[in-house]
């Protein structure tokens, strides 16, 4: 028999369903996500970490789990929220059900509830803190969702970076890149070292001088979760990677954090972009791109507009916010969605080429002096 499970909402929005995954409570900052696949992508993506997660498609777990397709080691995610769930699974590939894969890492969620009604919802109110539940009573609910910190000011890079420093990539390649991992996805390492790229990740707080003592050809700033606006140790580590001159990429946290290492404000969204079919404009080409994205906060428009050192490179063709931008005076972008699109369509990796054929320019032109 099926273990009963409630979601509460912090406006005080009650739902009742069942109990997947591992019996327990959990809360976090809930949000959807619009995606039709690649919920296994999803849930290890580290920039989630904190957050519950509604899946807007309707059957989720009838495809199961494979270890190759995790873009962290473990699910990040705080909780899951779908309507139908599947314990089978029909994908020869796979090798255990999402059930089995939800228990074995802890986590919590609830099935059975309208995830159209809902998602409706958190559009209209906005992303809130919610708690899951198969083991409080509503009112024990109303008590402990007092305890989950909000999104707003909360710094998690910190919490979800690697430990140690590590490799990816052919030591005898072409590229050293210094990655800094605020919340990195395993698939843009895999896209970097496909471009000849050899990569080594540092933890969030690592210092520029180490990064430097390295010697990388470039930077990259990586995704990651929490509010950008309260990791000035970030920001300060940004603006000295910046005067090097050397080329440096980021990705969405990385985006925010280059735009606020230039002066540049970040604000909290109303309920955020996560989903692998948002339009987004490449104003140097004029092209439209497929993106897949997951952020809940964005780089200020207005505080852009006066700046006289970034421009803006990609917009959101559904509201207008800021999608990509280029430092003037150097060899340096970013975007706020994610090129390697994993799960997600791929019309933006031409990012990473782009990247690198900077860092190939930059070599060339250090030899030709």
Not at 63 to 78: A, C, M, R
Not at 114 to 137: C, F, Q
Not at 214 to 240: H, I, R
Request: glycine share 10%; with cysteine; proline share 4%.
């Amino acid at each position: 028999m099926s273990k009963k499970a409630y979601l509460l909402l912090e406006d005080g929005l009650l739902l009742e369903g069942i109990l997947i995954g591992k019996p327990g409570t959990t809360g976090g900052e809930i949000c959807f996500n619009t995606g039709m696949t690649g919920y296994q992508e999803i849930y290890t993506d580290p920039s989630y970490f904190g957050q519950i997660i509604v899946n807007t498609t309707a059957h989720i777990g009838n495809y199961g789990t494979v270890d190759s397709e995790q873009e962290s080691e473990t699910p990040k995610i705080s909780g899951l929220v779908v309507n139908e769930f599947s314990q089978e699974f029909s994908r020869k590939t796979s090798n255990q059900s999402l059930q089995d894969y939800l228990e074995k890492h802890g986590i919590t969620g609830i099935a059975q509830v309208d995830t159209r009604m809902l998602v409706r919802y958190i559009r209209s109110k906005g992303a809130m803190n919610a708690l899951i539940s198969s083991e409080l009573s509503p009112d024990e609910m109303k008590k402990e969702i007092k305890n989950v910190p909000s999104m707003n000011g909360l710094e998690l890079s910190s919490i979800v970076t690697t430990k140690g420093e590590y490799t990816v990539g052919n030591e005898d390649a072409p590229f050293r890149v210094a990655a800094l991992d605020f919340g990195i996805k395993k698939s843009i390492l895999t896209n970097l070292a496909d471009r000849g790229c050899f990569i080594k990740v540092f933890p969030a707080k690592t210092s520029f001088d180490v990064l430097e003592a390295w010697e990388p050809s470039g930077y990259f700033l990586s995704n990651g979760p929490g509010d950008p606006a309260v990791m000035e140790y970030a920001v300060k580590t940004v603006k000295q990677i910046l005067e090097t001159g050397k080329p440096t990429f980021g990705i969405c946290l990385g985006h925010q954090l280059l735009a606020l290492a230039n002066g540049i404000s970040t604000y909290k969204m109303h309920h955020g972009h996560r989903g692998l079919n948002h339009p987004v404009k490449n104003l140097n080409t004029g092209l439209g791109e497929m993106t897949s994205q997951n952020h809940g906060f964005a780089v200020s428009e207005k505080d852009i507009e006066g700046n006289v050192n970034v421009e803006v490179t990609h917009v959101h063709l559904n509201d207008n916010t800021i999608m990509g931008i280029r430092v003037k005076d150097k060899k340096a972008f970013s975007v706020q969605y994610h090129p390697e699109a994993s799960p997600g369509p791929h019309d933006s990796r031409y990012l990473f080429d782009e990247f690198v054929a900077m860092i190939c320019e930059e070599q060339l032109s250090a030899v030709s002096k």
